[in-house]
């Protein structure tokens, strides 16, 4: 297995490249920007890539998808709850001050139980509306890995603040469906570092 996480972008969004080293297909998760380093790493370790998947339509996060898709004709993933926020990529684009990325609607929704990934690595979504209205995790449940987008970061979760941002409903999502996962399972947030189920479950301050 090729497991690769790294942040792009300026507001150092983590991307993940998975792929399986028999059979060198790959997805990637988030390249919401640095394209051409994401594209140059699937090129030197041989990848072909099969998914693209994004936690939930904010620039950071969805903002290099359509020129990844261009450049490998993988198809993008992304829960269609979220399509509002897509079309407001202008508007997200003056809130950081950065160029416009061109999108696209995306081929496939991401919904609730659907399963994404390899075959020798799948994963389960999680619809876990809250951060936005279509943010959804990522389960490796083979891999005790879950990707968990902007809805839950080590000693914090996701600012609700932005459109079709619900403090409640952030809360419950991760209550109700992330804090069901086992306590080992490794937790790799949209930023900064990684964490498991079960030290969120004991220490996050918004959790207790
Ligand atoms: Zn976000």
Known sequence: MILETFPVGPLQCNCTILADEETREAIVVDPGDEISRIHRRLTSLGLTLKQILITHAHIDHVGGALKLKALTGAPIYLNEADLPLLQMMS???AWLNIETPETAPPDESLTDGRRVGLDNYPAQVIHTPGHTQG???????????????????????????????????????IRSRLFDLPDETNVVPGHGPATTIGSERRTNPFLK
């Open 135 to 173: 943010s959804i995790c990522l389960h490796f449940a083979p891999l005790k890995m879950v990707l968990a987008g902007d809805t839950l970061f080590a000693g914090s979760i996701g600012r609700t603040d932005l459109p079709g941002g619900n403090y409640e409903q952030i809360i419950t999502s």
């Open 91 to 93: 508007a997200q684009a």
